[in-house]
């Protein structure tokens, strides 16, 4: 991000594995590539948070949206990014209101999305698993994308996967998720 000097002194703590709403704090509101001390219903604004229940884009995997509320405002948060150096940027919209720094907001995720998105990313390490046992131990994730509607995974292989291999692997990742196994998150 070419704003990045804007955040450096501010700090983030995510939340988002506990719980899915937060009570916080607007901490800096940039708009464009300026800090301002308010914004008002119609302004784009990037929002960086005391702490935060949203996700930020990682590793493949989409970031957050969602809704903050203060007394004042409604505020909608379309997407959610991490620089570097760990600020958590909310990509926001002012939908109602008006808004300035230090004002205290209810955080809330989009709930059914992030399960939709949490779903697919167990789906990503599930059909990693399958590959691996299919293809061979050498087949390593290469990229990926993780959204609401779906996943792609990238991967190498030294030959293009067979018929006969893509169904054996649809078998393995149906048969996981038929077994309803237990999800256990470890923040590492």
């Known amino acids: 991000d070419d704003n990045a000097a804007l955040f450096a002194d501010l700090t983030t703590a995510f939340r988002g594995y506990q719980t899915l709403t937060v009570d916080t704090v607007v901490t800096r509101i940039v708009q464009g590539s300026e800090t301002v001390e308010e914004a ?3 302004d784009e604004v990037t929002l960086v948070l005391e702490n935060t229940p949203f996700y930020a884009e990682s590793g493949g995997q989409v970031g957050d949206s969602g809704e903050l509320r203060s007394d004042l405002a409604v505020i909608r948060v379309a997407d959610c990014k991490k ?3 760990g600020q958590i940027l909310h990509i926001c919209r002012i939908e109602r209101g008006y808004l300035a720094c230090g004002d205290k907001v209810k955080a809330q995720v989009d709930i059914p999305r992030r399960q939709s998105i949490m779903r ?8 990693q698993a399958a590959m691996r046992k299919v293809l061979g131990d050498h087949v390593h994730q290469a990229g990926q994308l993780v959204d609401e509607h779906r996943v792609r995974f990238d991967f190498s292989h030294f030959a293009a996967v067979t018929p006969e291999e893509l169904v054996r692997i649809e078998a393995l990742v149906n048969e996981a998720i038929l077994a309803d196994l ?7």
């Open 40 to 42: 008002t219903e119609g």
């Open 83 to 85: 620089l570097p150096s």
């Open 120 to 127: 697919n990313h167990t789906a990503a390490h599930l059909l």
């Open 182 to 188: 237990p999800v256990v998150v470890q923040e590492m």
